[in-house]
């Protein structure tokens, strides 16, 4: 890795919380590595188990549920099956109905994420898709993750850079 790229990476100190992923022989494609589509699903699953786990959101019946609005994933180096991986989340951004989540995905020992990414939720009325104000429960949690900025262009493992 080159000066620059050590510069811009993603470490597990700037996560706030984990979960353990086991790759699926499915997950991985003609190339012998986890298929770029797949990764969305890790966000998708790291993001929702801190939601039900952390915030109380109950999927099934909660009145206000979350969307996924934007997404967006870096690749940073292959992981494959089978492998044990750590999904990491922090929340970069917090505003009234919607939050910005930043993932990383890490192979199992390593400190630098083989894969980095955002997921943006918008919460809703369950009947009319509307946005409306994130639960107070769910907000609480949320702060507990949330991360004033982290430039990439910092010193590794510095979060630093004062809030825009």
């Not at 790229?5 to 086991?22: K, N, W």
């Not at 998708?44 to 996924?68: K, P």
């Not at 980095?116 to 507990?144: C, M, Q, W, Y």
Request: hydrophobic content about 40%; some cysteine; proline content about 4%.
């Amino acid at each position: 890795m080159g000066e620059t790229d050590m510069q811009q990476a993603e470490l597990r100190e700037d996560y706030g919380y984990f979960t353990e992923i086991t790759t699926r022989w499915m997950d991985n494609d003609i190339y012998g590595h986890v298929n770029n589509v797949v990764y969305y699903s890790y966000f998708d699953s790291v993001a929702n188990q801190y939601l039900i786990a952390e915030g109380g959101l109950d999927i099934h019946s909660d009145r206000i549920i979350g969307f996924v609005v934007a997404s967006n994933c870096q690749y940073k180096s292959p992981i494959a099956y089978p492998e044990v991986i750590s999904a990491g989340l922090r929340v970069n951004k917090l505003g009234n109905s919607s939050v910005e989540y930043g993932i990383a995905i890490f192979q199992q020992s390593a400190q630098i994420a083989s894969a980095t990414g955002t997921f943006t939720h918008v919460f809703v009325d369950r009947d009319t898709n509307k946005s409306v104000p994130i639960p107070a429960t769910i907000r609480t949690a949320l702060e507990k993750l949330f991360v004033a900025c982290l430039s990439l262009t910092r010193p590794m493992g510095r979060a630093d850079s004062p809030a825009d």
